[in-house]
């Protein structure tokens, strides 16, 4: 369904609404690119199964979101000699302002306090969610995201090499092919998925929304994101962050990084697991987060 957050037309997916007021919604935030069914359906379905009810939605200028196309397409390779020499990043939008959708989300749908989590780029976005609104944030948990701090590792040479080609044509096997490529040298090694599962699932991300500029306007919104690693401290929330040890694209330190920061927090790091969510992944994820979660309702209501 469509709604209308912090002013602009955001595609929302609401999972679990039964009618229980009492019960715990989880605001689930995807990544770079990625769109709300970028969540895998056992996964949401898994946290639905736990007693929560599950919110997802496309981030603006991806999926069915609203885009930014007026903003123009923006220099990346420019933007990111800037960001090398230290120079701030020109982006059409910032991190905070996709912050302010998630919460413009629970707004529409009048949910008051949501168990917030983030994976990537959402974890990033997730971060900013919990710091501007404390109120709102029962949980943060942050999954295989980044403190964004100067210093720490980037993405593995091939991958970084990878994200800056482009697709050899515009057919959907063109597309396919060129996504295909880069999930797999950054997919876990442990848990493998046959190429023709994962070709699917890219197919049908394609087919429900093809937006390769607005990808460039979102990763200009990260490189803009400095000093997201001095709010990290303020935030107060009980906060999990779960990291693969075997991520090519935001290594393993960058999710150490921001549980170090973070008043309290809590790191797990998952053997084999690399920047994907396979099903494996997905109960070893369940498995830490649900009763994190749980916990820290019988704590408010014990408070």
Known sequence: MKLTANGLNIEVDDTGN???VDRPVVLLIMGLGMQLIGWPEPFVQGL???????VRHDNRDIGLSQGFESAGNGNLIWQTIRQRLGLPVQSAYKLQDMAADSIGVLDALGIARAHIVGASMGGMIAQHVASIAPSRTRSLISIMSSSGARGLPGPRRDVGAALLRRPLGKTEADLVGYSLRLVKLIASPAYPQPDAVLADRIATGIRRAYRPQGVVRQMLAIGADAGREKLLPSIKSPTLVLHGDADALV????GVDTA????????VAVPGMGHDLPPEVQQILLNHM???MKSTETSRAAA
């Open 290 to 292: 649900v009763p994190f």
């Open 260 to 267: 170090r920061r973070i008043p309290g927090a809590k790191f």
């Open 48 to 54: 639905v199964d736990a007693g929560f009810r599950v």
């Open 18 to 20: 039964q009618g229980d």
């Open 251 to 254: 290594p393993m330190p960058c």
